[in-house]
């Protein structure tokens, strides 16, 4: 798909979904490492948490998990 096509098709998601849908669509659904899938098991299974009660820091740490190379993330926590 050509990058026009993308704008486009981007364009159309933002119509009928919210930037906030977006958003907790995608941290459901991330692969966090370690076989953690969304923000739910990452902080569970990471900071033995819920995210309900994470701090800034916490936050940061789970933010950092996701742009990490898979080299890294077995070696965590």
């Known amino acids: ?3 026009v096509n993308k704008i486009i098709k981007a364009i159309n ?3 009928n979904i919210s930037k ?10 991330v692969y966090f490492g370690r076989s953690n899938f969304g923000i739910y098991a990452a ?3 990471y900071l033995g948490t819920s995210v309900s009660v994470l ?4 936050y940061f740490f789970l933010a950092e998990i ?7 993330r077995k070696n965590l926590v």
């Open 1 to 3: 798909m050509n990058k």
């Open 13 to 15: 998601i933002e119509k």
């Open 20 to 29: 906030e849908e977006i958003l907790v669509t995608y941290l459901e659904n």
């Open 43 to 45: 902080t569970e299974n």
């Open 55 to 58: 701090n800034k820091a916490q």
């Open 66 to 72: 996701i742009a990490l190379p898979k080299i890294f």
